[in-house]
């Protein structure tokens, strides 16, 4: 019932910005703690960013700290995923997810209810 839209992806060179957005529909968004995930091709699924309800907490993979800022506006119940100084490894499909709270553990991807249908990144060289 939860639907949520990713849109932003695309080619950049290495040391490139881009930013990703993720809209939610069907349920109130304020209700809900958000986050990113990605997928290189042939690997897992891996953990990027999440960020609380209101917008207060935020948790970062150690690959993309400092590099990465999520965010989100209530208004417009649309999360962001800034992405700064983009690297190769960078690559891959990236999903938004949401969850009614940030689980205990917060990189696990089976604790997230709901999930976006993925944008592509791709960092070039």
């Known amino acids: 019932q939860v639907q949520l839209v990713e849109s932003g992806g695309g080619l950049v060179q290495a040391v490139g910005s881009l930013r990703l957005s993720c809209a939610m529909s069907?349920?109130?968004?304020?209700?809900?703690?958000m986050g990113w995930f990605r997928q290189a091709p042939g690997k897992e699924r891996e953990f990027v960013a999440a960020?609380?309800?209101?917008?207060?907490?935020?948790y970062y993979a150690d690959a993309v700290k400092g590099r990465f800022t999520i965010s989100r506006d209530n208004a417009k119940s649309t999360v962001y995923l800034k992405m700064n100084s983009l690297k190769p490894e960078d690559t891959g499909i990236y999903y938004c997810?949401?969850?009614?709270?940030?689980?205990?553990?917060?990189?696990?991807?089976?604790?997230?209810?709901?999930w976006g249908q993925g944008t592509q990144v791709t960092v070039s060289s």
């Open positions: 997810v949401a969850r009614w709270t940030i689980p205990a553990q917060v990189m696990d991807s089976s604790r997230y209810d709901h």
């Open positions: 069907g349920r109130t968004f304020s209700n809900y703690a």
């Open positions: 960020i609380s309800k209101s917008g207060g907490s935020a």
